[in-house]
């Protein structure tokens, strides 16, 4: 199968790149599950952007710097801050109706979260997908395994995947990773299933440079409740005045600190609670509707229960290495997203960076290759693509995977224990694709963690 422009991957990142590009040629989009089963759909929050004359571009870049431990790349981090806005403005002229008042979130030293309820990402995700149907110049493909990248000469044209019972290769001018981040290499995750490092997998094989995969955001307020994907609990609840306490009912870390801060604090407690019992009921339910719904379902009234919580793995802060133009090392391959390391978030997420970021950076790709675009010959390689779909043992063996990094390479990172893990991670096999993905972006982690010899941004380190 053979498109202009190929994009794998249908959250905010590749539907926004894809409704783009679709003014330049043909776009193929290929999704693992349905459209909607993304990351996207599930963020709360909202998106950082900087709008009222009592805010500015210096302080909402000082603040991504604070919250990244200074490990950010500057120059990729002033473009997300200058063009933050016109992504918000791009989703207003989809559809996105967003609140007007704005959020306050961790880390940020002024109010300018733009959000629909507490359902932000759902309300977009549907909005993309709504225009992306009614385009002509789009098809997308669902249950499309992507499997490897298609390169040759340092040049990328396509990529293998399994669809429909068998092995296809799509071929295309421009490719464009948008595949999030790996969340499911953990036990306790906010990321849906899906999230198994496909993307990152396929770039470690074919040789795509990497950075800052050691840097694993955890969220620090995940509801304590068995759910899987993880229930969060939106940042913005504790801009509005939902307190953290322990099982004494003290007070123990400042709440609107950064979020690693804010998981480690929590990491120490034996058991932590966000308590918004003194906020009026009506006010909740109006301010956090489908939160308050959610936890009212399990047994939890927000504004009568101090909600058990824990911090979980969230967001993968490196990635795919890409210039301010998403480009990657290999040529015609782009990468945005969670799946990419802009360099924008350092060692830790400022809270609603990253549906800014993948707008930006979409519209960032789409702008380089209109400047540059011509059709040329392409040249592929067809190597022999196996898929192997996942059994018992596989089942296991990511349990395995799953539990042992969530236990010894999370907040706090013991060096003993990582090396030990690591090398029985080598001695496994999996059968299954997706299994072989996560094991591989794992040991990646644990590798690179194991020279991170500092504490930094998301991780407590025990040498």
Same mark, same amino acid.
């Given at each position: 199968?053979?498109?202009?422009? !190929?994009?794998?991957g249908?959250?905010?990142?590749? %539907?926004?790149?894809?409704?783009?590009?679709?003014?330049?040629?043909?776009?193929?989009?290929?999704?693992?599950?349905?459209?909607?089963?993304? #990351?996207?759909?599930?963020?709360?929050?909202?998106?950082?952007a900087?709008?009222?004359?009592?805010?500015?571009?210096?302080k909402?870049?000082?603040?991504?710097?604070?919250?990244?431990?200074?490990?950010?790349?500057? #120059? #990729?981090? !002033?473009?997300?801050?200058?063009?933050?806005?016109?992504?918000v403005?791009?989703?207003?002229?989809?559809? @996105? &109706?967003?609140?007007?008042? %704005?959020?306050?979130?961790?880390?940020?030293?002024?109010?300018?979260?733009f959000?629909?309820?507490?359902?932000?990402?759902?309300? /977009?995700? *549907?909005?993309l /997908?709504?225009?992306? *149907?009614?385009?002509?110049?789009?098809?997308?493909?669902?249950?499309?395994?992507?499997?490897?990248?298609?390169?040759?000469?340092?040049?990328?044209?396509?990529?293998?995947?399994?669809?429909?019972?068998?092995?296809?290769?799509?071929?295309?001018?421009?490719?464009? %990773?948008?595949?999030?981040?790996?969340?499911?290499?953990?036990?306790?995750?906010?990321?849906? $299933?899906?999230?198994?490092?496909?993307?990152?997998?396929?770039a470690?094989?074919?040789?795509?440079?990497?950075?800052? $995969?050691?840097?694993?955001?955890?969220?620090?307020?995940?509801?304590?409740?068995?759910?899987?994907?993880?229930?969060?609990?939106?940042?913005?609840?504790?801009?509005?005045?939902?307190?953290?306490?322990?099982?004494? =009912?003290?007070?123990?870390?400042?709440?609107?600190?950064?979020?690693?801060?804010?998981?480690?604090?929590?990491?120490?407690?034996?058991?932590?609670? %966000?308590?918004?019992?003194?906020?009026?009921?009506?006010?909740?339910?109006?301010?956090?509707?489908?939160?308050?719904?959610?936890?009212?379902?399990?047994?939890?009234?927000?504004?009568?229960? *101090?909600?058990?919580?824990?911090?979980?793995?969230?967001?993968?802060? =490196?990635?795919?290495?890409?210039?301010?133009? =998403?480009q990657?090392? $290999?040529?015609?391959?782009?990468?945005?997203?969670?799946v990419?390391?802009?360099g924008?978030?350092?060692?830790?997420?400022?809270?609603?960076?990253?549906?800014?970021?993948? @707008?930006?950076?979409?519209?960032?790709?789409?702008?380089?290759? &209109?400047n540059?675009?011509?059709?040329?010959?392409?040249?592929?390689?067809?190597? /022999?693509?196996?898929?192997?779909?996942?059994?018992?043992?596989?089942?296991?063996?990511?349990?395995?995977?799953?539990?042992?990094?969530?236990?010894?390479? #999370?907040?706090?990172?013991?060096?003993?224990?990582?090396?030990? /893990? $690591?090398?029985?991670?080598?001695?496994?096999?999996?059968?299954?694709?997706?299994?072989?993905?996560?094991?591989?972006?794992?040991?990646?982690?644990?590798?690179?963690?194991?020279?991170? *010899?500092?504490?930094?941004?998301?991780?407590?380190?025990?040498?």
């Open positions: 199968m053979q498109t202009d422009f !190929l994009i794998i249908s959250g905010i990142a590749g %539907l926004s790149a894809a409704l783009k590009l679709s003014t330049l040629g043909e776009v193929m989009v290929l999704t693992k599950g349905e459209i909607d089963q993304t #990351s996207t759909a599930l963020a709360q929050g909202g998106i950082a900087v709008s009222q004359k009592q805010d500015s571009f210096k909402h870049f000082a603040d991504t710097l604070k919250a990244g431990d200074f490990l950010n790349k500057k #120059s #990729s981090t !002033l473009f997300l801050v200058k063009n933050a806005f016109k992504a403005q791009f989703l207003k002229e989809i559809g @996105v &109706k967003f609140n007007k008042s %704005l959020h306050l979130e961790g880390g940020h030293s002024k109010k300018r979260i959000h629909v309820d507490d359902k932000t990402g759902f309300f /977009i995700e *549907k909005k /997908i709504e225009k992306v *149907k009614k385009n002509k110049n789009i098809k997308v493909l669902h249950h499309c395994f992507v499997i490897d990248l298609l390169y040759k000469n340092n040049c990328c044209n396509g990529v293998s995947a399994f669809y429909q019972g068998k092995i296809i290769n799509f071929l295309a001018q421009k490719i464009i %990773l948008a595949t999030g981040g790996g969340g499911q290499i953990f036990a306790k995750t906010t990321a849906p $299933l899906s999230c198994t490092g496909d993307g990152l997998a396929m470690l094989r074919a040789k795509v440079k990497v950075s800052h $995969l050691e840097f694993i955001q955890f969220h620090p307020t995940a509801f304590d409740f068995p759910l899987k994907p993880v229930f969060l609990l939106s940042e913005a609840l504790r801009g509005e005045g939902a307190l953290l306490i322990n099982e004494k =009912g003290e007070r123990f870390t400042y709440e609107l600190d950064s979020r690693d801060k804010v998981s480690q604090a929590i990491f120490k407690q034996k058991k932590a609670f %966000l308590d918004f019992t003194h906020e009026n009921k009506s006010k909740l339910q109006e301010k956090f509707p489908a939160i308050f719904k959610k936890l009212l379902q399990k047994g939890f009234d927000l504004s009568k229960d *101090k909600i058990p919580i824990i911090p979980v793995a969230h967001f993968f802060c =490196g990635g795919i290495v890409v210039d301010i133009y =998403g990657t090392n $290999l040529k015609n391959l782009f990468a945005v997203g969670e990419a390391c802009t924008v978030h350092g060692a830790n997420r400022l809270a609603s960076n990253s549906l800014c970021e993948a @707008v930006v950076f979409a519209e960032s790709i789409y702008q380089t290759i &209109k540059n675009f011509k059709k040329e010959k392409l040249e592929i390689d067809f190597p /022999i693509t196996k898929f192997h779909p996942e059994n018992s043992l596989d089942q296991k063996i990511r349990q395995e995977i799953q539990l042992k990094m969530s236990r010894f390479c #999370s907040i706090v990172r013991d060096f003993n224990k990582m090396k030990k /893990i $690591l090398k029985e991670f080598e001695a496994l096999h999996p059968q299954g694709t997706e299994t072989s993905n996560i094991l591989q972006v794992a040991k990646e982690v644990l590798r690179v963690a194991l020279k991170r *010899k500092k504490s930094a941004g998301c991780h407590f380190v025990i040498s």
